[in-house]
């Protein structure tokens, strides 16, 4: 099965990406029509889909600083950890980003005029001398070349104690949570100075300590519901009309683990390093570290599906542990219409499962396919001989080379892919076809997609 490739290098990188360009977070805008990144330098770059339907560039901007705390000796790095996009009430867009501490809410809005003709301000904006003043004149809107600028709204700060892993933006439109490893603050979008801590796991003696939470989502429909997972493999579903401190869950949702397959890495791969309520809100998709699962919300016992993203690397935990790759947090992401999900991989790999005929593929990110009338071809690992000169075995995986970082857009069938300092743009151009049990042929075959780097 093979897939043609239109490709576009859109901006050239070097071959050993400095640190700060490294991607550490992607998201559609609700719309679709905005892409934003966030990168370890701090820096948000925020594409704009054309009318033809490709990705261009439409603004970049710095979010965060290093920071140094000084009352614990700590440097705050400026990596952007997470970014959300608000829903659009008027021609602007807001955003909300976040490093380690700080989370920060932008607007980014446009400007294709410029006043001119003030009484009191010469053309230069210094003042005038009043006394020189011997007419009025009305100022005027002037036509300018288009510019996006990216202004500072707001700024949350001194809530967290811990690094911040999460942010998520209620249905109502008007708070959002903010998580880290022990605590889930609920903040008004109007109010900086203070928030309202809705989930506390720490213990009075942090000797007794057990879990961390790992990841926090809000129900895209009911502003009162919201889930976060920790590191015991656990994701609680929580209902703040019932108490002001959510410390009690509604809903738990945990598989039971065989005794006799547990082993010292089984706490560790067990972590949810993800969590993804479903557009409808009925679904809930978790990711550990080898695979996704998909919840019901009315069945908490077990679920529904699993799907293994990488099972060949159990045999390759210890290697993994020594390296700490077996603590690479990797994200997940539904399609639009919830029929497919998808999630990343190492050597740049990144996993597809269509929910319905329970077909699943293997792809690579690769800066190969750049090359015009390139072919994507799907993957396949395996663990003992070759079978397929195209097979790649799992003793010869670069562990470096991650996938970590994936996004769906909200309607159409595009996907966003950071694979390091580099963004994959797979487009189906047939965006009108309708997502079926032959999704895959569709998707593979009749595809003409678009790929971009930064």
């Given at each position: 099965?093979?897939?043609?490739?239109?490709?576009?290098?859109?901006?050239?990188?070097h071959l050993i990406p400095?640190?700060?360009d490294?991607?550490?977070?992607?998201?559609?805008?609700q719309?679709?029509?905005?892409?934003?990144?966030?990168?370890?330098?701090?820096?948000?770059v925020?594409?704009?889909?054309e009318p033809?339907?490709e990705?261009?560039?439409?603004?970049?901007f710095?979010?965060?600083?290093?920071?140094?705390?000084?009352?614990?000796?700590l440097?705050?790095?400026?990596?952007?950890?997470k970014?959300?996009?608000?829903?659009?009430l008027n021609?602007?867009?807001f955003l909300?980003t976040?490093?380690?501490?700080?989370?920060?809410?932008?607007?980014?809005?446009?400007?294709?005029?410029?006043?001119?003709?003030?009484n009191?301000?010469d053309?230069?904006?210094r003042?005038?001398d009043?006394?020189k003043?011997t007419s009025l004149q009305?100022?005027?809107l002037?036509?300018m070349d288009?510019?996006?600028?990216?202004?500072?709204?707001?700024v949350f700060?001194?809530?967290h104690?811990?690094h911040?892993n999460?942010?998520s933006?209620n249905s109502d439109?008007?708070?959002y949570?903010?998580?880290d490893d022990?605590?889930?603050?609920?903040?008004n979008?109007?109010?900086?100075?203070?928030?309202?801590?809705?989930?506390?796991l720490?213990?009075?003696?942090?000797?007794?300590?057990?879990?961390v939470?790992t990841v926090?989502?809000f129900?895209?429909?009911h502003?009162h519901?919201m889930?976060?997972?920790s590191?015991?493999g656990?994701?609680?579903l929580c209902?703040?009309?019932s108490?002001?401190?959510c410390?009690q869950h509604?809903?738990?949702?945990?598989?039971?683990v065989d005794?006799?397959?547990?082993?010292?890495f089984?706490?560790?791969?067990?972590s949810?390093?993800?969590?993804k309520?479903?557009?409808?809100g009925?679904?809930?998709l978790?990711?550990d570290?080898l695979?996704?699962k998909?919840?019901?919300l009315?069945m908490?016992?077990?679920p529904i599906?699993?799907?293994?993203?990488?099972?060949?690397?159990?045999?390759?935990?210890?290697?993994?542990y020594?390296s700490d790759?077996i603590?690479d947090?990797?994200?997940?992401?539904?399609?639009?219409t919830?029929?497919?999900i998808?999630?990343g991989a190492?050597?740049?790999f990144?996993?597809?499962f269509?929910?319905?005929?329970?077909?699943?593929?293997?792809l690579?990110?690769s800066?190969e396919?750049?090359?015009?009338?390139a072919?994507?071809?799907?993957?396949?690992?395996c663990?003992?001989?070759?079978k397929?000169?195209?097979?790649?075995?799992?003793?010869?995986l670069?562990?470096?080379?991650?996938?970590?970082?994936?996004?769906w857009?909200?309607?159409?069938?595009?996907i966003a892919?950071?694979?390091?300092n580099n963004?994959?743009?797979?487009?189906?151009?047939?965006?009108n076809?309708?997502?079926?049990?032959?999704?895959w042929?569709?998707?593979l075959?009749?595809?003409s997609l678009?790929?971009?780097?930064?």
């Amino acid at each position: 099965m093979e897939l043609p490739l239109h490709c576009k290098l859109f901006l050239d990188v070097h071959l050993i990406p400095d640190s700060a360009d490294v991607i550490s977070a992607v998201e559609f805008s609700q719309s679709g029509e905005f892409l934003a990144t966030g990168d370890k330098g701090g820096r948000v770059v925020i594409f704009q889909r054309e009318p033809q339907g490709e990705y261009n560039v439409y603004s970049t901007f710095q979010s965060h600083e290093p920071e140094f705390d000084y009352l614990k000796s700590l440097e705050i790095e400026e990596k952007i950890n997470k970014i959300r996009w608000l829903p659009q009430l008027n021609s602007a867009h807001f955003l909300l980003t976040t490093n380690d501490k700080t989370i920060k809410l932008w607007k980014v809005s446009e400007r294709d005029k410029r006043p001119e003709g003030y009484n009191l301000k010469d053309e230069e904006g210094r003042m005038k001398d009043i006394s020189k003043i011997t007419s009025l004149q009305v100022p005027v809107l002037r036509p300018m070349d288009l510019l996006v600028e990216a202004s500072l709204r707001r700024v949350f700060a001194n809530a967290h104690a811990y690094h911040i892993n999460s942010i998520s933006i209620n249905s109502d439109c008007e708070t959002y949570l903010s998580a880290d490893d022990l605590r889930i603050n609920l903040w008004n979008l109007d109010i900086t100075d203070r928030s309202f801590n809705i989930v506390d796991l720490k213990p009075e003696n942090m000797e007794e300590l057990s879990e961390v939470i790992t990841v926090a989502e809000f129900h895209p429909h009911h502003c009162h519901l919201m889930a976060f997972s920790s590191s015991t493999g656990t994701t609680r579903l929580c209902d703040m009309r019932s108490r002001a401190l959510c410390d009690q869950h509604a809903k738990l949702f945990e598989e039971a683990v065989d005794p006799a397959n547990r082993s010292f890495f089984s706490e560790i791969i067990s972590s949810v390093s993800d969590v993804k309520f479903s557009h409808s809100g009925r679904y809930l998709l978790t990711r550990d570290y080898l695979s996704a699962k998909v919840w019901d919300l009315n069945m908490e016992n077990k679920p529904i599906e699993t799907y293994q993203v990488h099972d060949y690397l159990r045999s390759k935990l210890c290697t993994l542990y020594e390296s700490d790759c077996i603590f690479d947090k990797f994200e997940c992401a539904w399609n639009g219409t919830d029929s497919v999900i998808m999630t990343g991989a190492y050597n740049n790999f990144f996993r597809m499962f269509d929910r319905a005929s329970r077909r699943d593929v293997t792809l690579e990110a690769s800066r190969e396919v750049c090359k015009r009338r390139a072919v994507l071809r799907p993957r396949r690992v395996c663990v003992g001989r070759k079978k397929r000169e195209s097979d790649v075995s799992v003793d010869s995986l670069d562990f470096r080379k991650k996938i970590l970082h994936t996004a769906w857009h909200p309607t159409d069938n595009i996907i966003a892919i950071a694979a390091s300092n580099n963004l994959y743009i797979f487009q189906d151009r047939h965006i009108n076809r309708v997502f079926s049990k032959t999704f895959w042929a569709v998707f593979l075959v009749h595809s003409s997609l678009n790929l971009y780097t930064i």
